[in-house]
C-alpha cells in the first residue's frame, strides 16, 4: 500500500485547511485510514481515524473542529477537514493506513505534509 498525502501549507489562526489521502496498490485490505501529526520536539499523536465502514474517531483536542471523510466515489481517498485551526497545531501531519488479511496486519505511513498555523 502506498500512501500520497497532500493539502498542507500556511494557515492563519481560526483558518481551514484540507488534507488529503489517497492510497495505492492492495488496497483491498485497508480496514482503517487516519491522521496523525508530530511537532517539532513531541511525539508522533493521533488525529482522527476512519474505518472501512465509516466509523470515526477523533483526537479529543480537534473533536468539533477537524472532520475526517471518506471520498464517496474513491473509497481509497479520505480528507481530514481542519477548521479553526490553531497555532499549536503546527505540525507534520501523516496518513495512516492499516491492513488486515489472513495472514497478517500492517501499518503503512504516508510521507507526511507540513501544516503550518501562523500568521
Known amino acids: 500500500v502506498q500512501l500520497q498525502a497532500s493539502g498542507g501549507g500556511l494557515v492563519q489562526p481560526g483558518g481551514s485547511l484540507r488534507l488529503s489521502c489517497a492510497a495505492s496498490?492492495?488496497?483491498?485490505?485497508?480496514?482503517?485510514m487516519g491522521w496523525y501529526r508530530q511537532a517539532p520536539g513531541k511525539q508522533r499523536e493521533l488525529v482522527a481515524t476512519?474505518?472501512?465502514?465509516?466509523?470515526?474517531?477523533y483526537a479529543d483536542s480537534v473533536k468539533g473542529r477537524f472532520a475526517i471523510s471518506r471520498d464517496k466515489a474513491k473509497k481509497n481517498t479520505v480528507y481530514l477537514q481542519m477548521n479553526r485551526m490553531k497555532s499549536e497545531e503546527t505540525a507534520v501531519y501523516y496518513c495512516?493506513?492499516?491492513?488486515?488479511?489472513?495472514?497478517?496486519?500492517?501499518?503503512?505511513w504516508g510521507q507526511g505534509t507540513l501544516v503550518t498555523v501562523s500568521s
Open positions: 496498490g492492495s488496497t483491498f485490505s485497508i480496514y482503517v
Open positions: 495512516n493506513a492499516r491492513t488486515s488479511t489472513i495472514t497478517s496486519k500492517d501499518e503503512y
Open positions: 476512519i474505518t472501512k465502514g465509516g466509523y470515526t474517531v
